[in-house]
């Protein structure tokens, strides 16, 4: 369909054709679990089972920053989920996350797994539970909130609604770019009149809040996002630009958007992480090439549920 092709939609709507676009073969319209899959086990007490998305990396920068701060607690075993091909929709898979979304994460240390979804919700109960990075009260608890929450309800008009209609979607909708273009640009312009007079998201302290937006809009500030730097002007944005480049400089960061990640450099892509050695020893370039890309979830004595 041509953009000049008039649509109506119809009375009721029905699944009848696949919607077209990069990720057309795993949308459906209905939640649930499509084949059995267990999930693997490692032996930290932390299990991630996430991909090296904006929203899978968040996670794994918060418990690198953890582990820098010497919290062993938070060692963790990082799985690959590739949801290119629907991992995401493996039994095992939805029992913890029943939306079927990246990042999942259980918490073992109990005497009971809890289950933990949403990246949002994993960084609260990872800063709670080793009260690291949320203000524990106050103006500064509530600001840090206020940006974690800006963050979730904002991306999704980036990812869903710029990035789709801009770089995915079969066809290019000039009302769609236009108007995804125009949000995405006023989010921009929020985050570059918040970090005018602050080294962080809510000053002085980093915290979670900047976990959580550097890897959506840092990435997009950069021009990494999409490939839309010229055609969102994203130079202008110099306190973001600025920000980012703080928080890209921090040797956790640097580690945790390696973990999970299938794409960039081969020295950039740790596909699984079960050890901190593992930067050292299992980054992509460090395998053969005819074993790159394959992960194997029996190695290092780990087991299966």
Do not use: C
């Not at 060692?75 to 091909?85: H, K, M, P, R």
Request: glycine residues 10%; aromatic residues 12%.
């Amino acid at each position: 369909m041509s953009e000049s092709d008039e649509y109506t939609p119809p009375k009721v709507w029905t699944w009848n054709k696949g919607s077209g676009g990069r990720f057309a073969n795993i949308n459906r319209p209905i939640a649930g679990a499509t084949h059995d899959k267990e999930l693997p086990i490692g032996r930290h007490p932390i299990q991630l089972y996430s991909l090296g998305t904006p929203n899978g990396v968040k996670v794994t920068v918060m418990l690198e920053e953890l582990l820098a701060l010497g919290h062993a607690g938070a060692e963790y075993d990082a799985w690959f989920i590739n949801i290119g091909s629907g991992d995401q929709f493996g039994s095992d898979y939805v029992d913890i996350n029943p939306n079927s979304k990246i990042p999942v994460m259980t918490d073992r240390s109990g005497p009971e797994p809890i289950r933990v979804f949403e990246s949002g919700s994993i960084l609260m109960h990872l800063a709670e539970k080793f009260d690291a990075f949320l203000p524990a009260q106050g103006a500064d608890r509530a600001e840090t909130l206020n940006w974690l929450f800006w963050q979730m309800g904002s991306a999704p008009y980036l990812g869903g609604g710029f990035g789709h209609f801009y770089a995915y979607a079969p066809v290019k909708i000039e009302y769609a770019i236009d108007r995804f273009a125009m949000e995405t640009k006023r989010q921009l312009d929020v985050l570059e009149r918040n970090l005018a007079d602050r080294e962080y998201m809510i000053g002085d302290e980093y915290t979670i809040a900047d976990m959580a937006i550097w890897p959506w809009y840092g990435s997009l500030a950069k021009g990494i996002l999409y490939g839309s730097a010229e055609f969102l002007q994203v130079h202008e944005y110099t306190n973001l630009i600025r920000w980012s480049d703080q928080i890209a400089a921090r040797p956790a960061v640097k580690r945790g958007q390696m973990v999970n990640r299938p794409y960039g450099q081969p020295e950039s892509q740790l596909l699984e992480r079960h050890d901190a050695s593992d930067f050292d020893t299992l980054t992509q370039d460090k395998i053969p090439e005819d074993q790159r890309g394959k992960v194997d979830p029996h190695r290092a004595g780990l087991k299966t549920a």
